[in-house]
T-cell receptor, first 112, second 110 residues
C-alpha cells in the first residue's frame, strides 16, 4: 500500500537552479494536488489536476509548472528557484474533490 | 474575510479535558467539510468528515451549522497523543479543490 509517494524528501537548491518534485499515486485517483506549507501557515494550493492531460492553477502558481501525462504521476517543476520558494511541498490525491485526500510525506525544500 | 478561518492556538489542556475547536467558512455554497490532523513536520491525515446531522467517532464529535457557516470539533477525554494541529477543510460546489484553514494547535499535557 504505497499510497502517494513523493521524492525527494529533502533538497537544498541554489538561487536560479531548477528541479522537479516527483509525485506518484497508486490508488487510481483522478484528482491530484500540489500544496506548499510555510512555517506556521496553512496549506496553499499551487496546482491541481482532475485527470490525465488536465491541469489548472491554484492560489499560488507563479514560479511553478506541472504536467499530468498519466493518471499516476503529477510532477511539479520549479524554474529559477528563489528563496521565497523555501517551503514544505505536499502532493495529494483523491477519488473526487469531495472525498478524502491522501497526502505524500512531503518534500522539504530550501533555496539558498 | 478569509475562505476558512479557525480559532488561533495553541490550546493547552490537561489530559482528560474536553476541548472544542471552531471553524468558519465564507462560501455559502460549500458542500463538503472535513477535519484533518497534522502532526509536527508530517503530512495531514483525515480525522473525520463532517455531516449535516453531526457525527461522532469515539471521543471526537463534529458538527456543522450551515446557517451560521461554521464547523466544530469536540474532543472529549483528551489524550497526550491528541497533541497535533487540527485543520478545517472545505470543498466548494463547482471547484475541484480542498481549501484548508491555517489549523489550530492542541497541546495536551500530563
Amino acid at each position: 500500500n504505497a499510497g502517494v509517494t513523493q521524492t525527494p524528501k529533502f533538497r537544498i537548491l541554489k538561487i536560479g537552479q531548477s528541479m522537479t518534485l516527483q509525485c506518484a499515486q497508486d490508488m487510481n485517483h483522478n484528482y491530484m494536488y500540489w500544496y506548499r506549507q510555510d512555517p506556521g501557515m496553512g496549506l496553499k494550493l499551487i496546482y491541481y489536476s482532475v485527470g490525465a492531460g488536465i491541469t489548472d492553477k491554484g492560489e499560488v502558481p507563479n514560479g511553478y509548472n506541472v504536467s499530468r501525462s498519466t493518471t499516476e504521476d503529477f510532477p511539479l517543476r520549479l524554474e529559477l528557484a528563489a528563496p521565497s520558494q523555501t517551503s514544505v511541498y505536499f502532493c495529494a490525491s483523491s477519488y473526487r474533490s469531495d472525498t478524502e485526500a491522501f497526502f505524500g510525506q512531503g518534500t522539504r525544500l530550501t533555496v539558498v | 474575510r478569509k475562505e476558512v478561518e479557525q480559532d488561533p492556538g495553541p490550546f493547552n489542556v490537561p489530559e482528560g479535558a474536553t476541548v472544542a475547536f471552531n471553524c468558519t467558512y465564507s462560501n455559502s455554497a460549500s458542500q463538503s467539510f472535513f477535519w484533518y490532523r497534522q502532526d509536527c513536520r508530517k503530512e495531514p491525515k483525515l480525522l473525520m468528515s463532517v455531516y449535516s446531522s453531526g457525527n461522532e467517532d469515539g471521543r471526537f464529535t463534529a458538527q456543522l451549522n450551515r446557517a451560521s457557516q461554521y464547523i466544530s470539533l469536540l474532543i472529549r477525554d483528551s489524550k497526550l497523543s491528541d497533541s497535533a494541529t487540527y485543520l478545517c477543510v472545505v470543498t466548494n460546489s463547482g471547484y475541484s479543490t480542498l481549501t484548508f484553514g491555517k489549523g489550530t494547535m492542541l497541546l495536551v499535557s500530563p
